[in-house]
């Protein structure tokens, strides 16, 4: 990405083209990487979109944007822990992911289109994890070989290496073929996984502005949302204050107990308009959601 420097500038003064952006640049990246993590395309989706919804939330904890890459890998990584965590999920969706019955092909063919398959699915199984991870970025996504070592923190001449011993192990067809079933699925093909993201963001602005409150705009927003993970966290928040017969806690204090998805900087804002009564009015300030 040109210019990640001004780029990761504005998304973090609040501008959502911005953020949109990012989401653009890195999705293809961090999908192939969530699934060389989980092995199932529809987890390392799943997962991705968390990260860039947490990404956004914690960017302003971000020092430098070069570091962005590896950054945005490691909060990939931690929600395709948390999807995988004491499962079993074997490498097998990402053709069943992108397999769509053709009917101009015959019975044979479509043998031989799944028996294919089949074999890509154990070639990637049988690599180490660091080859899978470089086989997967590389042909999961137009990226360079700088671009994946940016991404995974490790020198160029590593990942030319495993690139190199993987194809060693891979044959030529099925390279092809996996290059091809992500061709067909990876996010950048359609908008929609960018479009999931950008409409969070943008309806959560709006509620803000029209005057709801935080926990109502994220309450309503997580009804919409297929993440479970997001519901869990608004019950928790509203629970924390309401205190179940106990002396509840602040927004702010409530809050806190969620990093990955509210900034401190955005915590700060709301301890402020607590302190000085005036959440209220804090909370429909564009200021306010423009350094979530």
Known sequence: MQDIDGIIAKAQSGDLDAY?????????????????????FHLA?????????????????????????????????????????????????????????????GPDRTIEKRELAWQVRKAIANLSPPEREATLLFYGGEYSQKQI????????????????????????????????????????INSEFAERVKTF???????????????????????????????????????????????GATLSEAMAKHPAFFSQNYIEVIRQGEIEGNLAVLLQRSSIHQNL
């Not at 929600?79 to 092909?105: F, G, M, W, Y």
């Not at 963001?201 to 927003?221: C, E, P, W, Y």
Request: contains cysteine.
């Open 45 to 105: 989706e799943d997962a991705a979109q968390e990260a860039f919804i947490e990404a956004l939330s914690c960017l302003q904890t971000l020092r430098e944007a070069k570091a962005f890459p590896g950054w945005l890998r490691r909060i990939v990584f931690k929600h395709c822990d948390r999807a995988t965590r004491n499962k079993q999920v074997p490498l097998v969706s990402l053709s069943a992911a992108s397999e769509e019955i053709n009917p101009a092909d």
């Open 149 to 188: 070592a940016e991404f995974i923190e490790v020198p160029v001449s590593t990942v030319k290496k495993r690139l190199y011993t993987a194809r060693g192990k891979i044959k030529e067809m099925m390279i092809q073929t996996m290059q091809e079933n992500f061709d067909q699925i990876r996010p950048s």
């Open 201 to 247: 963001t943008a309806q959560f602005s709006q509620m803000i502005d029209s005057g709801q409150s935080i926990v109502q705009s994220l309450a309503a927003l997580s009804q919409k949302e297929p993440s479970a993970e997001w519901s869990q966290v608004i019950a928790q928040v509203q629970r924390d204050i309401t205190g179940d017969g106990r002396e």
């Open 20 to 40: 949109n952006q990012i989401v653009l640049g890195f999705q293809d990246m961090a999908v192939a990487y969530g699934y060389s993590v989980t092995g199932d």
